[in-house]
């Protein structure tokens, strides 16, 4: 009997096909570079949570087959930094849209960049809200057509690779769902990645944003990125902004090693702080002897 | 299960009600607070921040109250107790994660100490006028668990039953303190570990193959499974089956809504806990809540050095509300009093469940300050001349 079950086919929820994407869309591009890099990484599937907000893309948390959260608009970064801090060996994906994690959510995005979380974000930017139906969001190109922006868009986007080094990313780069190689091994580097890593994957959304900017199908796209996308590593992130119909830079723009994450600075301060560490080891981190002072009224802790 | 020692602060304190409640917090198992700084509720994670690397576990400032509420929520699924603490606004952000956690059923605490609103209000003075928002702020139908201390050690012992409630009926307590109780000082005691009892989450002893995610147990709650067990369960905030896959349809809608209210309303006799004092041959009954109740008791001693026959209900759990008692009581006396600082919320409770048996008499006070007990005294002596009885 010949095999036909799919490699990766243990890394998806089977019984949950066929998706909900349309036809032509990259969400599906995206999430199967992500199950290759996954495969490649080596890493323990149950090892591994993947978290989304909402949204097209925030779909991906209910068709991978691990530990998946699919949580609320905006929030899939602060849920998985509670995730993170209380389960600290489970390695964290955040897997959401433009829309979701920039949009509504990017406090959080700045944030969780700025503490050095560590989370591997994957940002689907479709250029719009799709799942609501094609308006403009954060990250739309100027004079592009929305549903809420029926004239045109006429305020600046957010240059995410740009937002990303700002607020901290230690690994940020941006490929479009044509650069499918490029993307699983950037979507394996930033697994491999200690601290808060960022991969932007231009995607189209055929139904909505090309449909609306009469850029043609999926296909006719792919062409677009295939022509237009300009290959510059270690480019300066103030370049790659995303003009309408205008070439744009992908690559892999930072990769810095050895800046501590949030839990890594909070032990390390603990250990310094406390000197008295009693040793003991819990799965959030030490146990210390402290003394906290409230009003004059001083509380010793216990020491077992 | 007994308290972990390593939390629990034994001996006699000196704490104000919002150290207490992070006593209570520790006591119960609390080992990670997402929170965000408001006045009047900051007490308690700062006390936490201060606490929690001698107990082991983690304090996270974040960045707003809507971040807070979720990661908690995080924090629960990878294994940890957790809550998170504010008051009034930042109540208001949290509103879409206490539906998230009623609907993802994730037992976790949250601490309103409530101050004077609408809007920014009253930061540093008192009110109870969330107590509506703390039952219905969150959209579409649920039931909800609200609990009520009085007094700083109150904001102990019944922060561990908030705990263990959450962890029973795998959802989301509302610790609904106010300014008042979570700035008085007063003698707290705190047990040794082995008197405090613990409820632990319950994990699931299923096979992975065998395992639902929201498949409900005999009494209607589903079981969790531990992260990364390689259970691969999946959690949504969306209508789910009893796999937690999304079903959005009118059936899978009505199984799981009336399963999460019912979960609650089946416990209402052991959930609801009220104090009582002189109820038995009382005509009038004074029903209050937090620290409404510790002015009320002044009023109702000088209506009985009047000669009046005054009960004392007071309601350390608000939600779900007790209907039941209510009407028991509203056939047995002329008048129910319910004082709250407040426009009047509670007592609308009250009216609805006393169904016309025996008078209610609101004492509304907006907040800023509490009542004075002349205000209470006088509606006891209006509710004692009249009545239907």
């Not at chain 1, 240059?159 to 490029?182: C, I, K, M, Q």
């Not at chain 2, 304190?13 to 990670?32: K, M, N, S, T, V």
């Not at chain 2, 107990?55 to 998170?84: L, N, R, Y």
């Not at chain 2, 309303?265 to 620290?291: C, N, R, T, W």
Request: aromatic letters at 8%; charged letters at 20%.
């Amino acid at each position: 009997m010949e095999n036909t079950k799919h490699p990766l086919s243990k890394y998806l929820r089977e019984d949950r096909m066929p998706h909900m994407w349309c036809p032509g869309c990259g969400i599906g591009t995206a999430m199967n570079a992500f199950m290759h890099a996954l495969d490649k990484s080596g890493m323990e599937k149950n090892n591994v949570a993947v978290v989304s907000g909402i949204g097209c893309t925030g779909r991906v948390a209910g068709y991978l087959n691990v530990d998946s959260f699919h949580t609320t608009h905006g929030r899939a970064i602060p849920f998985s930094e509670g995730l993170k801090a209380a389960s600290p060996d489970t390695k964290v994906i955040v897997f959401s849209g433009d829309g979701d994690l920039i949009s509504i959510g990017g406090n959080h995005f700045i944030h969780a960049g700025r503490k050095n979380m560590d989370l591997t974000v994957i940002c689907v930017n479709n250029l719009n809200y799709a799942m609501t139906g094609g308006q403009v969001s954060a990250t739309t190109p100027v004079r592009s057509i929305t549903a809420t922006a029926p004239h045109g868009s006429f305020t600046t986007p957010f240059n995410l690779p740009f937002l990303a080094e700002a607020s901290g990313a230690v690994y940020v780069a941006r490929w479009t769902v044509y650069h499918v190689r490029d993307l699983q091994k950037a979507m394996l580097e930033a697994l491999n990645k200690k601290g808060f890593s960022f991969v932007e994957v231009i995607s189209p959304c055929p139904t909505l944003y090309e449909r609306r900017n009469k850029m043609g199908d999926g296909l006719t796209r792919m062409k677009f990125y295939k022509d237009n996308s300009i290959l510059k590593n270690g480019a300066d992130t103030k370049e790659t902004n995303i003009e309408i119909n205008k070439p744009f830079v992908v690559g892999k723009f930072i990769d810095i090693e050895g800046k501590p994450t949030y839990l890594e600075s909070m032990n390390k301060y603990y250990d310094e702080t406390f000197q008295c560490e009693l040793g003991y080891k819990t799965y959030k981190g030490t146990r210390y002897s402290c003394n906290i002072s409230d009003g004059g009224v001083s509380e010793g802790c216990m020491d077992d | 299960m007994k308290a972990d020692p390593k939390g629990v602060l034994t001996g006699t304190h000196y704490l104000d009600g919002d150290h207490a409640a992070c006593e209570g917090a520790l006591a119960a198992g609390c080992r990670y607070i997402a929170g965000y700084p408001i006045t009047p509720s900051t007490e308690v994670v700062e006390r936490f921040a201060g606490r929690i690397p001698c107990v082991g576990g983690i304090f996270m400032q974040m960045e707003d109250e809507i971040a807070s509420s979720i990661a908690i929520q995080g924090a629960v699924w990878a294994g940890a107790k957790a809550m998170t603490v504010t008051s009034g606004p930042g109540f208001s952000l949290m509103m879409e994660h206490i539906g998230l956690a009623i609907m993802a059923e994730v037992p976790c605490v949250f601490i309103n100490v409530q101050r004077g609103g609408p809007s920014t209000g009253l930061p540093t003075l008192p009110a109870q006028s969330d107590m509506m928002q703390a039952r219905w702020g969150s959209h579409g139908d649920y039931e909800v668990i609200a609990l009520c201390p009085n007094s700083p050690q109150e904001c102990f012992d019944l922060m561990i039953t908030a705990f263990n409630m959450s962890e029973r009926f795998r959802t989301p307590v509302m610790f609904m303190m106010d300014e008042c109780v979570g700035h008085m000082t007063e003698r707290v005691i705190i047990p040794s570990a082995d008197k405090i009892d613990i409820v632990p989450r319950k994990y699931t002893k299923k096979s992975p193959s065998e395992y639902k995610a929201y498949q409900p147990n005999e009494v209607l709650i589903p079981e969790m499974a531990e992260l990364g067990k390689g259970y691969n369960f999946h959690i949504t905030g969306l209508t789910h089956d009893e796999k937690g896959y999304p079903a959005m349809n009118e059936d899978s809608q009505k199984k799981l809504v009336s399963r999460l209210i019912n979960k609650i309303q089946q416990y209402k006799k052991e959930i609801i806990l009220i104090e009582e004092d002189g109820i038995k041959d009382a005509e009038v009954v004074v029903m209050s809540y937090g620290i409404t109740s510790r002015v009320a008791e002044k009023a109702i001693l000088d209506a009985r050095s009047k000669g009046l026959k005054v009960g004392k209900a007071r309601l350390k759990t608000v939600w779900p509300f007790a209907d039941e008692y209510v009407l028991d009581l509203s056939k047995k006396v002329k008048a129910i009093v319910v004082p709250e600082l407040n426009a009047g919320q509670i007592v609308r409770e009250v009216e609805r469940a006393v169904k016309g048996n025996c008078e209610v008499i609101s004492v509304p006070h907006l907040g800023g300050g509490v009542h004075k007990p002349e205000l209470i005294l006088e509606a006891i002596l209006k509710g004692a001349k009249g009545g239907k009885h």
